[in-house]
């Protein structure tokens, strides 16, 4: 597994995410948050399909492919896959919150 490759992607998202613009009232908006937020749940099936695949390989007794491997595959779209539905989770709330503010 190349855990350099998932840093850099992760540094890759910091970089895109503090990427920011100053409005009229001297607050900070993020640029694009549907193009962010698309990437990384485009970046969780990414990773889900690589453990599916990974998995398969090791099933069918591909010699390259050790249990470690798969192991380590699936609790990294696992994570991924939670923190995705934590997000999720605020979003709602967060929606919630405001449509229950009285006007």
Request: hydrophobic fraction near 40%; glycine fraction near 4%.
């Amino acid at each position: 597994m190349n855990i350099s490759g998932i840093q850099g992607e992760m540094q890759a998202m910091m970089l895109e995410a503090s990427n920011t613009k100053a409005t009229a009232t001297g607050q900070t908006v993020s640029a694009d948050f549907s193009k962010m937020l698309s990437s990384a749940i485009n970046n969780v099936n990414s990773l889900q399909k690589a453990s599916s695949d990974i998995q398969m390989r090791f099933d069918r007794g591909d010699e390259n492919v050790s249990l470690s491997d798969v192991m380590i595959a699936k609790n990294k779209s696992s994570v991924a896959f939670d923190a995705t539905i934590q997000v999720r989770n605020k979003l709602v709330e967060s929606y919630k919150e405001l449509m229950n503010m009285p006007v």
